[in-house]
T-cell receptor
Framework: GAVVSQHPSWVICKSGTSVKIECRSLDFQATTMFWYRQFPKQSLMLMATSNEGSKATYEQGVEKDKFLINHASLTLSTLTVTSAHPEDSSFYIC????????????FGDGTRLSIL | QQQVKQSPQSLIVQKGGISIINCAYENTAFDYFPWYQQFPGKGPALLIAIRPDVSEKKEGRFTISFNKSAKQFSLHIMDSQPGDSATYFCAASGTSGSRLTFGEGTQLTVNP
């Protein structure tokens, strides 16, 4: 069964809207989670790492105020795209870290975000 | 140093044929090399992975070949099937943690 549950799977909204994406770890408690963005026919690009109880770590070039990440509990991390614009349209995927180290990362099924 | 180069970008194979996808890395600190399969609209799913202490790993129709000195590794899909049509990503991570660096991806099409 699924180890990571991501919701919603598809969102269509108007420009200027804020959108929240949830990522839940189903089988174990995750102190960190990874958030990726994937444009069509491109690879996964790590956006940020959420940390339970502390601030998220953002990759270079990722706007912290645009992509708000909250790791509310050991099983839930959320990504909020604030004031979304058409250029934010993408496929967003979360994953749990490998635990113990070098075991497989488990990915959610992704969220297709379309901003009109 | 953190890049993983993947080729080809796309691959078309006849049913029953062998699909071969190659990756090369630069960072010698990488010590875990997984391959992921991704279908449209879905997240990546782990296919097979290898550590650098072995040169080959086989699971069913899928084989990873690893060349540590050349810093290259490849995925071989034997007896390719139409259901194997998907995008394949190689990746690598190092001993400092589980952060994955992904290759650019290969779109595989297996014709019936």
């Amino acid at each position: 069964g699924a180890v990571v549950s991501q919701h919603p799977s598809w969102v269509i909204c108007k420009s200027g809207t804020s959108v929240k994406i949830e990522c839940r770890s189903l089988d174990f408690q995750a102190t960190t989670m990874f958030w990726y963005r994937q444009f069509p026919k491109q690879s996964l690009m790590l956006m940020a790492t959420s940390n339970e109880g502390s601030k998220a770590t953002y990759e270079q070039g990722v706007e912290k105020d645009k992509f708000l990440i909250n790791h509310a509990s050991l099983t839930l991390s959320t990504l909020t795209v604030t004031s979304a614009h058409p250029e934010d349209s993408s496929f967003y995927i979360c994953s749990t870290p490998a635990f113990p180290s070098h075991q497989p990362q488990h990915f959610g099924d992704g969220t297709r975000l379309s901003i009109l | 140093q953190q890049q993983v180069k993947q080729s080809p970008q796309s691959l078309i194979v006849q049913k029953g044929g062998i699909s071969i996808i190659n990756c090369a890395y630069e960072n010698t600190a990488f010590d875990y090399f997984p391959w992921y399969q991704q279908f449209p609209g879905k997240g990546p799913a782990l296919l097979i992975a290898i550590r650098p202490d072995v040169s080959e790993k086989k699971e069913g129709r899928f084989t990873i070949s690893f060349n540590k000195s050349a810093k290259q590794f490849s995925l071989h899909i034997m007896d390719s099937q139409p259901g194997d049509s998907a995008t394949y990503f190689c990746a690598a991570s190092g001993t400092s943690g589980s952060r994955l660096t992904f290759g650019e991806g290969t779109q595989l099409t297996v014709n019936p």
